[in-house]
């Protein structure tokens, strides 16, 4: 007659591993997804006439990051370091160029009468664009948008757009707004 081996006692490793599970998942430290802030555009009034809800061509500039990660702003190639003074030229329009976004006088509540761009920024890029070059891209236009908005916060409240309390900030952000439009990416590699 063999000698029975004794069995090991093996009720507790469950509560040892449901507890070790527990102390791992308090301690660890997920990473929050971070997106890109966007609003989307008013839903028209159905009884709007069509011709009023068209864009005047004047008033769009299209940004496209081809799948090579070349820019093009407008008709111009350029450098994406170039391309936050392209944008804050074409939506300020200080010269008032005819080929140059409209502005339209807008009654700002709590503060008045102000010249509004109506500037349209329309982003297209390629499935086959780089996230790195897109980011960069989206970097730039957000980084003129916040520009001006400083530029309109000091000669009016006399500090930067941050710096403004809630009501002034509202102010800045309908004077300047941030009409980013994106399309979906196209396959250009297949036409």
Do not use: W
Not at 36 to 48: A, E, I, K, T, Y
Not at 70 to 91: C, N, W, Y
Not at 101 to 126: A, H, R, T, W, Y
Request: proline residues 6%; contains cysteine; glycine residues 4%.
């Amino acid at each position: 007659m063999g000698k029975k081996t004794p069995e090991i006692n093996s009720s507790s490793t469950a509560d040892m591993a449901f507890l070790l599970l527990c102390f791992f998942m308090m301690t660890t430290t997920m990473d929050q997804d971070k997106g890109l802030q966007r609003r989307l555009p008013p839903m028209p009034d159905p009884n709007q006439k069509a011709q009023d809800q068209k864009v005047n061509r004047r008033n769009i500039i299209v940004v496209k990051i081809n799948s090579a990660d070349r820019l093009l702003a407008g008709t111009e190639p350029m450098h994406v370091s170039q391309l936050k003074d392209k944008i804050k030229e074409f939506l300020s329009n200080p010269a008032d160029d005819p080929n140059l976004p409209e502005k339209e006088e807008k009654e700002i509540e709590g503060f008045g009468p102000c010249m509004v761009s109506k500037g349209v920024i329309s982003l297209q890029n390629d499935r086959g664009t780089s996230y790195q070059a897109y980011i960069a891209v989206q970097n730039e236009l957000v980084k003129a948008v916040n520009e001006l908005r400083d530029e309109f916060a000091i000669a009016n409240f006399g500090k930067l757009y941050i710096k403004c309390n809630e009501d002034e900030q509202k102010v800045v952000r309908e004077a300047v707004p941030q009409n980013i439009s994106e399309a979906e990416p196209k396959d250009v590699s297949k036409k």
